[in-house]
């Protein structure tokens, strides 16, 4: 069936760079797009990205200037890079697998059980 | 960026009662729009898009409907397991954006 797991540091300190992998299972990131999503605690839900079937992305014009994802389709998994962490990064970091097939905005009809990533010193 | 503003924030009500809640859009979406209940500690489920049609395995009890800026989402003969945070999602334009969501709880 279809899973998404992300995984990645807890913790991470104030100006450093956060990484996290998204492994999906039960389809292909070439035959589907896989968004990254995050979530402030208690506070609602903010798309950050998108990796296409093709490999290229698209990005939140408010991150991305600090935002990178990338992709190994051999290993399933799919990568989120964002440096300059602040405070205000603390958040739920979930992937999530696109239901469109074209290069459309799109709802996200699976998603991984989410990472919790605390900015701090 | 469209804007979702979706309400009530927070809502109480009875098992067996039927509850609504709206988003609306900041422009016309043209029906561009998913509904997601999460539960606490647990990740969004999709539970409509294209504005009204059910996703797989959703009980009935749940339906959408709506067009333009306005949508609703209609929870029939609440029951326990539907507390939880429910958010509506527009994916008629870059970037998609959520409502800030509903907290619906039992009275």
């Known amino acids: 069936q279809v899973q998404l797991k992300e995984s990645g540091p807890g913790l991470v300190q104030p100006s450093q760079t956060l990484s996290l992998t998204c492994t999906v299972s039960g389809f292909s990131l070439t035959s589907y797009h896989v968004s990254w999503v995050r979530q402030p605690p208690g506070k609602g839900l903010e798309w950050m990205g998108v990796?296409?079937?093709?490999?290229?992305?698209a990005y939140n014009s408010l991150l991305k200037s600090r935002l990178s994802i990338s992709r190994d389709t051999s290993k399933s998994q799919v990568f989120l890079k964002m440096n300059s962490l602040q405070t205000e990064d603390t958040a739920t970091y979930y992937c999530?697998?696109?239901?469109?097939?074209?290069?459309?905005?799109?709802?996200?009809?699976?998603w991984g059980q989410g990472v919790m990533v605390t900015v701090s010193s | 960026d469209i804007q979702m503003t979706q309400s009530p924030a927070s809502l109480s009500a009875s098992l067996g009662e039927t509850v609504t809640i709206e988003c609306r859009a900041s422009?016309?979406?043209?029906?561009?729009l998913a509904w997601y209940q999460q539960k606490p500690g647990k990740s969004p489920q999709l539970l409509i898009y294209n504005a009204n049609s059910l996703h797989t395995g959703v009980p009935s009890r749940f339906s959408g409907s709506g067009s333009g800026t306005q949508y609703s989402l209609k929870i029939n003969s609440l029951q326990s397991e539907d507390v939880a945070s429910y958010f509506c999602q527009q994916y008629y334009d870059y970037p998609p954006t959520f409502g800030a969501g509903t907290k619906l709880e039992l009275k």
């Open positions: 422009e016309d979406i043209y029906n561009g």
């Open positions: 990796i296409w079937t093709g490999g290229s992305t």
């Open positions: 999530a697998r696109d239901r469109y097939y074209g290069y459309t905005p799109s709802y996200f009809d699976y």
